[in-house]
């Protein structure tokens, strides 16, 4: 590698070895902390996976991304894979139930427009090798926020599911009263990218800066793109967190109850709620018994 790149990190058996070495540390300080939420599965193993398939995948894009830059069909399926890739895994992250795919909305909703408006004003030309970073930045973003709002939203609901009841029984509709506990929580999702954009330059200095300024551009420009792609991130991240509420508060996107069958999705009356696990009801003694009953 004799490129400026080389001089940032060079590729070497040395970098082989440091590199298994903290991902090994890293699966050993998650085992020996429990950092495991769930009753289920192992974060240490989950580390593990995860870093052997950043190898595998970036090893198998590195080639691939070659022949994708020349042809606008394999673009576009490029660009097809990375959205559904990204809506399998922000969907297995927030819910269980068949309700996962509806997490494309939040997705869409935030990086569509924005790619669109870049295309259309030629800010960023129809060509993979512009393209491709740009969205997969963006969707990367979107994923991020969409699996916090989703699981922070869905959370609290389970946890504070007696407010949604009361505020029901005062009169607000099945909307508002989950709109009420949901939000709050789910803004949340939005503060690791205002703290990125507040502290840029200050604390870190981003990919996107780092890589246009190896590249030979002058700081000038590099702090422009910079500035476009936090700026361009918050869009969609605000877009994504706002289409997540919504999908959440009005019961489109939900976790089964515990012991309960999955629910149809839409929305459901105040008495049937997401979270609590619909019993028979006990027969009235009072009214007459019918004599074919055993």
Known sequence: MTSSAASLVPVNLTLGILLAVLLLVAAGVAAVAHLTPEAKGSRSREILVAGVRAAVQLAAVSFVIVWVV??????????????????????RRVTSNH????????????VVPVVAALLLTGLVPLKGIALIPITGILI???????????????????????????????????????LEVVRPAASDALLPGLDQTRTVGLVTLPGAFVGVLLGGASPL???????????????????????????????????????????????????SRPWTVRRRRAPDPAAPRDPAAP
């Open 70 to 91: 020349k042809s606008l069909p394999a673009l576009l399926a490029f660009l097809a894979v990375m959205f559904a890739v990204a809506v399998r895994t922000a969907g």
């Open 221 to 271: 420009v590099a702090g422009a793109v910079q500035l476009f792609v936090l700026i361009a991130l918050m869009a969609v991240q605000s877009f994504a967190v706002a289409v997540t509420i919504e999908l959440v508060a009005r019961h489109h996107l939900y976790r089964p109850a515990r012991g309960a069958e999955d629910e149809p999705p839409g929305p459901v009356s105040r008495w």
């Open 99 to 110: 309700t996962w795919w509806l997490t494309a909305a939040p997705l869409a909703a935030g």
């Open 140 to 178: 990367g973003g979107a994923l991020t926020v969409t699996v916090l709002a989703g699981r922070r939203s869905l959370d609290e609901l389970a946890l504070r599911h007696g407010e949604v009841e009361a505020a029901m029984a005062l009169g607000l509709p099945d909307r508002d009263a989950r």
